[in-house]
């Protein structure tokens, strides 16, 4: 049996609660949890967006390059790929094969991560992919703006979107990044700008509004602390 607190830290590792000391050289544990709970809340109202985002992207991007190349399996024509996306594509042969699921055209789309797709918007596909294929953005983009449907102005949009994906996915704070609330409309703009069917659906299963509110991290607080209630935790 153990107290709360000292259990915790042992499951989660007192490195990773660290990140929610917030500078402080001795915070109150319920303090810590607080921020902690209030993140995995905050995360877990991030889940729509990126959901959409990403798949949203990464569909769009293989319709449209099918229909340019006219090959479904546009991702294996000599020169258009750099090493980094080659190594990611045939990471994901890798698990097709590991899974020991035949690979198809939609299940190789699937299991590429958004740095593939994301990827395909940096400086070395400039020329040969974008300005050799000019039609190529509106056709991804159908409703973003002329003044951004390019591709320098897409990569700046989509890398942090990339960035805070993978914090998310890989559980690491987010709630506290005062950019986190602009970010989350640059999502939701992208997802316009690629399906107005998706920025309805969006909207209508979205519940980030509030997530970063003083009440919301205030009830999080709340709901942790019958945690402290308990004297001892026992062992199942």
């Known amino acids: 049996m153990q107290d709360f607190y000292p259990a915790l830290v042992k499951t989660f590792s007192s490195a990773r609660l660290h990140a929610y000391h917030d500078g402080e050289s001795n915070p109150l544990n319920l303090d810590v949890v607080a921020r902690y709970a209030h ?63 035949l690979e198809t055209t939609d299940r190789l789309v699937a299991e590429l991560t958004l740095g593939f797709w994301v990827g395909l918007f940096s400086s070395n596909y400039e020329h040969h992919l974008w300005r050799a294929n000019p039609t190529l953005l509106a056709a991804i983009f159908p409703r973003a703006p002329r003044h951004v449907r390019n591709r320098a102005s897409i990569s700046k949009i989509l890398n942090p979107v990339r960035d805070l994906r993978n914090r998310v996915a890989h559980w690491e704070r987010v709630a506290h990044d005062p950019s986190l609330n602009s970010l989350k409309q640059d999502i939701d703009r992208v997802v316009g700008w690629l399906c107005p069917a998706a920025r309805c659906l969006l909207e209508h299963s979205d519940a980030f509004a509030g997530a970063l509110s003083p009440s919301a991290a205030a009830a999080a607080r709340t709901q942790v602390g019958a945690c402290f209630n308990f004297e001892e935790i026992w062992s199942l």
Do not use: C
Not at 53 to 78: C, K, M, T
Not at 84 to 98: E, P, W, Y
């Open 39 to 101: 993140n995995m809340a905050v995360s877990q109202k991030l889940t729509p967006a990126l959901h959409s985002v990403e798949v949203g992207l990464r569909n769009n991007i293989h319709e449209a390059l099918n229909a340019q190349f006219s090959d479904p399996e546009w991702y294996d024509r000599p020169g258009l790929l750099g090493a980094k996306q080659q190594m990611q594509l045939a990471s994901g042969r890798d698990k097709l094969r590991s899974a020991n699921k």
